[in-house]
């Protein structure tokens, strides 16, 4: 069999003239032929889970991932270099199967093959500090030279800049305030199980009824002060509502992240039971109302696979910590 024939020509062929049953069926009486060919298994990971969506994208369930993940597995095995592979796997196992540790090593993977890339780094210290490890998670975003992050893209930037921001704030935290939801004893655990039926705040309400009277009352007096300024004052007082919401807005995050002290803690907790595969959250929390709102935000897999973490009951050891290490 000529190795050639099932190239990206032929796969276009195929899912363009077929069903993506019909595609997955005659990808994988390739991958028989040739199972070798990295593009082959790239493109059976991507049509065993559901169709892109230019509106609402429609989740994987955890089947769905588990095939995927097997067939990028297979890829990056044929073909180390296939960074389409890498980053579609590093995005299964983080936001829909919360295998962070698992991630971790599977970024570690890629940088040792490509290792100029950034992507692991970040990718990295996003993990390590959802986990709460400060620390490591510095010496990582250390190991991205601000004078190479023009090669990164405009969201990659984004995720640095605003990775340096929380490691920044994360500093000024004392070493017993960091919330080790491993640890039953915690005190942040009597703080949430407090306030376990109150839900978190949504951007949106904090906008809306915190900071928006605010600049409405800034507003009124500017237009009141400007009024007898015509035109130039009604654009002056635009301004000026502008500059009072974004200042505002900006001057208030600290506040809104209090406000949502308890729902972060929580999701921390969460992440650490996804990545150890125990269970750290009480019960009474787990029963209320801002347990069962912080579900919501998850994907199916996640939650699929999360019911039988807690189904299982298997408590997580009170020192656990990630078993990654830095090189």
């Keep these: 069999m000529d190795g050639d024939r099932y190239d990206l020509d032929w796969i276009k062929e195929v899912k363009g003239s077929q069903s993506r049953e019909e595609a997955l069926d005659s990808i994988n009486s390739a991958l028989e032929e040739e199972p070798g060919n990295a593009l082959l298994w790239v493109e059976a990971a991507d049509l065993n889970l ?8 429609i989740d994987p369930t955890l089947i769905q991932c588990a095939n995927a993940l097997r067939c990028l597995r297979k890829s990056v095995e044929c073909d180390p270099t296939m960074d389409e592979a890498w980053a579609l796997g590093g995005l299964i196992l983080v936001d829909h199967l919360g295998m962070m540790e698992d991630a971790l090593q599977w970024w570690s993977d890629y940088s040792a093959v490509n290792q100029e890339s950034m992507v692991p780094h970040i990718e990295q210290a996003a ?7 400060y620390d490591k998670a510095s010496m990582v975003a250390g190991k991205i030279p601000p004078d190479e992050e023009g090669s990164l893209s405009a969201s990659q930037k984004r995720r640095v800049e605003e990775l340096r921001r929380n490691l920044k704030r994360a500093s000024k935290e004392k070493e017993g305030d960091i919330f080790k939801p491993q640890d039953p004893n915690h005190p942040r655990w009597g703080k949430i199980g407090t306030y376990r039926n109150q839900k978190p705040v949504s951007q949106t309400y904090f906008l809306f009824f915190i900071i928006a009277p605010f600049v409405f009352m800034i507003g009124f007096i500017a237009s009141a002060s400007l009024s007898s300024y015509g035109a130039r004052g009604q654009v002056a007082t635009f301004l000026t509502i502008l500059v009072a919401f974004y200042t505002l807005t900006r001057a208030s995050e600290p506040l809104f992240r209090w406000m949502n002290r308890n729902a972060t803690d929580l999701d921390r907790a969460l992440d650490i039971e996804m990545a150890s595969g125990g269970t750290c959250i009480p019960e009474n929390v787990r029963s209320g109302r801002l347990h069962k709102k912080m579900l919501t935000y998850r994907p199916p897999a996640w939650l699929e696979r999360h019911e039988r973490i807690v189904a299982d009951g298997q408590r997580i050891p009170r020192k656990w910590s990630t078993a990654f290490e830095l090189d």
């Excluded at 559901?50 to 994208?57: D, I, Y």
Aim: aromatic fraction near 6%; charged fraction near 35%; charge should be positive.
């Design 50 to 57: 559901p169709p892109r969506s230019r509106g609402r994208p």
């Design 127 to 133: 993990i390590l500090l959802r986990y709460g490890e």
